[in-house]
């Protein structure tokens, strides 16, 4: 059975109730959770999806993340999917949304970021391969390395947030 989801606006108002799949098609807004993993010495954590995954099989990613629940906040969808991805628990914080239309159709955003052990016990079936690259390593990779559509302007769009929150932007540490 395909997840529900709650179709939004261009507002991020949610309108209704529709599946995944018929949002995907239908090419409808709904929400959408990625967690930006770090360890304590900042390292970002990466990984290659699963080949047996339906969405970009093999590409890289910067996040691990998945459609929002129905009645499911942007964190409470990140730290779902941290559970059920990689294993770990940890305190998400969302430090943006945007309407991103890259990849397999158009959705909000919502970009966490989390503090992490090193070590985190990847579900196989999500994760083929993780780890651990500094900025300048994951800068490197981004462009040798084939990614999943929108995790260049996930990358740039954290680091411009990291340099310069907004004051309304919600702080956590």
Request: charge should be negative; hydrophobic fraction near 40%; aromatic fraction near 8%.
């Amino acid at each position: 059975m395909d997840e529900l989801v709650e179709r939004v606006d261009a507002q991020d108002r949610v309108l209704g109730v529709v599946s995944r799949w018929e949002a995907v098609r239908e090419g409808w807004l709904h929400r959408v959770a990625s967690v930006m993993c770090r360890d304590r010495q900042g390292r970002f954590l990466v990984h290659r999806r699963a080949e047996q995954l339906s969405r970009f099989p093999g590409h890289y990613e910067l996040g691990v993340g998945g459609a929002a629940g129905v009645g499911e906040s942007y964190e409470q969808a990140a730290a779902r999917e941290l559970s059920e991805e990689l294993g770990t628990s940890a305190t998400v914080c969302l430090r943006f949304k945007f309407l991103n239309r890259g990849g397999l159709s158009p959705h909000w955003l919502g970009v966490c970021d989390a503090v992490l052990p090193e070590i985190v016990a990847p579900d196989p079936g999500e994760v083929a391969w993780h780890g651990w690259l500094t900025e300048s390593e994951l800068r490197r990779t981004l462009q040798q390395w084939t990614f999943t559509p929108d995790s260049q302007e996930i990358f740039d769009r954290y680091l411009a947030c990291r340099a310069d929150p907004a004051p309304s932007q919600k702080r956590c540490s």
